[in-house]
């Protein structure tokens, strides 16, 4: 099987390519860098340094691919509300490209991954597949139009596909010199700096964290099987939901840190429980959370300590800058 993956050389895109090398089968993979780095691409993948937006090279390289998993984007949930024009075209665009070279190619599966952000605040906890999408941000927002003209698309031209719908996830090789994204990376780098981590708003917000090589298997399953058509997956364990706070203490406990956290004002939009069911992927996928939030903690600190700590890079343009831009981004505060 011939896998074509869109930002192979991020956090996920890259444990999955590596899956499916390990599996025997063949990955062409392309990415820009924003934000992911080439250390991360396994050898065998077929690399390209590409934007998705550009459609001709999508057509180019997808040719004679199986399968399409599409993960480019920048996701950067709350900051999206300061970039809504870079972060939305980064998301729903590039998808409206690669999907477009899917259909040109006739690629029999199309695969896309979403984000829990399309849930927004909801009055039932915890979010399940079939609810009404609220989405409380413009990276959301996207991410839910380009899931609806996945399927259309889709639907029209009879090409398989499925929708993920991953909560946090945490793991080796996630970006952690992004001020503005991926909580636990941010934490890890500013305590192996002796810095204390920086928490928006009072720490009791609710979110479930899924450990990547988790995520992996729900994917491959979707890759690999047949039997499964126009779905929607929440990914991601609902054994536990997490605090900020608990996270930070689970963090600091790895690394021996002794934690006294610096509150800031919330962030605007900010959804406070974020927490998803896993019934679906368990009953159609074989879910089953394998790896709990410590083991998956000590992974990323074991790396990071091995990588050494880096220096945030504040390389995205803030384009909206008022007085409700949080004062860590505007003053380069994480
Ligand atoms: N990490 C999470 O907690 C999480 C949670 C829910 C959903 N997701 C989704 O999972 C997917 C992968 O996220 P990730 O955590 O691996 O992020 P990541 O930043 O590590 O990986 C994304 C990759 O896409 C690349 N990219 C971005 N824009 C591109 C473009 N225009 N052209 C080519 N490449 C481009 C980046 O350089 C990066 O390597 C995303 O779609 C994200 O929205 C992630």
């Not at 190619?105 to 605040?121: D, T, V």
């Not at 993920?164 to 890890?188: L, S, W």
């Not at 499964?228 to 689970?250: K, M, Q, S, W, Y």
């Not at 959370?289 to 803030?318: A, C, N, Q, S």
Request: glycine residues 6%.
């Amino acid at each position: 099987m011939k896998v074509f993956i869109t930002g192979v050389a991020g956090f996920m895109g890259s444990h999955l390519a590596d899956r499916i090398i390990e599996n025997g089968d063949y990955v062409v993979g392309v990415d820009n860098l924003i934000g992911g780095d080439i250390d991360n691409v396994n050898p065998k993948v077929e690399f390209y340094n590409e934007d998705c937006d550009n459609l001709e090279k999508m057509v180019e390289h997808m040719k004679g691919c199986d399968v399409v998993f599409h993960a480019a984007c920048t996701a950067h949930d709350g900051f999206s509300l300061f970039s809504p024009y870079y972060i939305t075209k980064n998301t729903f665009q590039i998808t409206m490209s690669v999907l477009s070279a899917a259909i040109q190619n006739k690629i029999s599966k199309f695969i896309y991954c979403s984000s829990m952000s399309r849930y927004g605040e909801q009055e039932i906890l915890p979010f399940t597949e079939d609810m009404l999408c609220k989405p409380r941000v413009p990276y959301g927002a996207a991410k839910y139009a380009a899931e609806l003209v996945v399927q259309q698309i889709c639907d029209l031209n009879n090409v398989y596909f499925n929708i993920i719908v991953p909560h946090n996830i945490i793991g080796p090789r996630q970006c952690a010199n992004d001020p503005f994204r991926n909580v636990a990376a941010i934490m890890i780098n500013r305590m192996l700096q002796g810095k204390q981590p920086v928490i928006y708003g009072d720490g009791e917000q609710k979110r479930c964290f899924s450990d990547i090589e988790d995520v992996v298997f729900c994917i491959e399953q979707l890759i690999y099987r047949s039997d499964l058509n126009r779905e929607i997956f929440n990914i991601g364990p609902d054994e536990e939901f997490v605090t900020i706070n608990t996270l930070a203490r689970t963090i600091a406990d790895a690394l021996d840190f002794e934690l006294n956290p610096i509150y800031v004002p919330q962030r605007p939009n900010e959804v406070k429980y974020a927490t998803c069911s896993s019934d679906k992927a368990r009953k159609l996928l074989g879910y089953s959370t394998k790896v709990t939030l410590e083991e998956g903690i000590r992974r990323m600190v074991e790396e990071r300590k091995k990588k050494g700590p880096v220096e945030f890079d504040y390389h995205y343009d803030i384009e909206i800058v008022n007085d409700k831009t949080p004062k860590t981004w505007v003053d380069r505060l994480i």
